[in-house]
């Protein structure tokens, strides 16, 4: 059977940034669920993962995470934007999900967010009504941005 995905020029690599199958949460079902269903059905475009770690000795992940994030360690978030950089990743995929990512409120993640070269698509599985302040004001800087959301 033929995939119906259209493929679009200039799309070689996706790299989707959440936990990942074995840590055990619907955050890394869902991620590797993604990576897996994205590998499937666009086998021209190399799908992969940067994991976010709860504990420092990290998890057994399978060949699809090619690297890992520890939530708590802020000098990690500059080094996957480094690597997410050099490694020609074409657009990046967050899973956001509140206690995922380290600092206030997960802040930690602005700094990646704010040193990635690529487009970014985030999937906001939880919405505050009344989200902190500060987040949703460096976000607002940013180029393009999810506006109107609460």
């Not at 600092?103 to 040193?115: F, M, Y």
């Amino acid at each position: 059977m033929t995939s119906v995905i259209k493929y679009y020029e200039g799309i070689d690599s996706v790299a989707v940034i959440g936990n990942y199958l074995p840590r055990q949460c619907g955050i890394a079902t869902f991620t590797t669920d993604l990576v897996e269903g994205l590998s499937a059905e666009a086998p021209d475009i190399y799908c992969w993962a940067a994991a976010m770690n709860d504990k420092p000795e990290g998890y057994a992940y399978p060949e699809k995470v090619r690297f890992e994030i520890n939530q708590n360690k802020l000098t990690d978030y500059s080094v996957a934007a480094q690597f997410l950089n050099i490694s020609q990743t074409d657009i990046v995929c967050v899973q956001h999900e509140y206690g995922l990512f380290g600092g206030p409120a997960g802040s930690h993640l602005l700094k990646l967010l704010g040193d990635l070269r690529m487009p970014v698509v985030t999937t906001l599985h939880t919405v505050l009504k009344t989200p902190r302040r500060n987040i949703v004001t460096s976000c607002a800087s940013w180029p393009i941005c999810l506006t109107n959301w609460w």
